[in-house]
C-alpha cells in the first residue's frame, strides 16, 4: 500500500500532524507550496474561492493508493492551497483521508465555522474518492491560564509532549487504524 501525506501548513502544527503521520504509515511526504503564499491572499483566495495555485510536485498523485491531505481549516473553509491540491488531482486520488490541526473543538464542529462543514465540502469535491476526516483541535493541549485568550491561543504549538499528553493522541491512533484499515 503505498501513502502519500500531502500537506500545508503555515505555523507548523499540520506540518508537526504530517510528519507524525509519515512516520507511522511509513508514507512518503509532500509539502503543498501555494503559489502565491501570502497569508492575506490565502485567507481572501479560500474565502472568495479563486486560485493562484500551488507549485508543482516531483511526486505523481496516480501512483498512490491512499492520500492524506492534512492542513488547517481558516473560517470553516476549505483553504485554496487544499483545494487546488484536490482540484488539480481529483481525477487520480483514489482514496483521500483529511487531517487537520484546527481551532474549533468538539463543541464548534457543527457550527459555520467548523471541521464537519469543511469534511462535507471535500466529500462533495471527490466523492466516494473521500473516505474520512478527522480534526486534531487545537482546544485539546490549551492549558487553563490561556482559555478565551484568542491571540495566545493561535500561539500554541504542537509537540511530542503536548500532543502525547492530550487527547489528541488517541484520536490520532483510532485515525492511524482507520487509514490502514480501509482499502
Known amino acids: 500500500m503505498k501513502i502519500l501525506i500531502a500537506y500545508y501548513s503555515r505555523t507548523g502544527n499540520n506540518k508537526f500532524i504530517a510528519k507524525k503521520l509519515s512516520a ?9 507550496i501555494p503559489r502565491l ?14 486560485s493562484f495555485g500551488n507549485k508543482k510536485t516531483k511526486h505523481r ?3 498512490y493508493d491512499k492520500i492524506i491531505l492534512c492542513g488547517p481549516i481558516w473560517m470553516g473553509q476549505l483553504i485554496s492551497p487544499l483545494f487546488d491540491f484536490i482540484k488539480k488531482n481529483k481525477n487520480t486520488i483514489k482514496a483521500l483521508y483529511f487531517a487537520t490541526c484546527c481551532g474549533g473543538g468538539e463543541s464548534e464542529k457543527d457550527s459555520p465555522f467548523g471541521y464537519n462543514g469543511v469534511f462535507k465540502k471535500v466529500k462533495m469535491l471527490l466523492n466516494d474518492s473521500f473516505i474520512a476526516g478527522e480534526a486534531f483541535s487545537i482546544d485539546a493541549i490549551i492549558p487553563d491560564e490561556l482559555k478565551g485568550k484568542t491571540d495566545e491561543i493561535m500561539k500554541l504549538k504542537l509537540s511530542e509532549e503536548t500532543f502525547n499528553n492530550s487527547t489528541l493522541l488517541k484520536k490520532y491512533d483510532n485515525f492511524i487504524q482507520i487509514v490502514k484499515k480501509e482499502s
Open 24 to 32: 507511522s504509515l511509513n508514507a512518503d511526504l509532500y509539502e503543498i
Open 61 to 63: 498523485i496516480e501512483t
Open 37 to 50: 503564499n501570502v497569508f492575506f491572499f490565502l485567507i481572501l483566495s479560500s474565502l472568495l474561492k479563486i
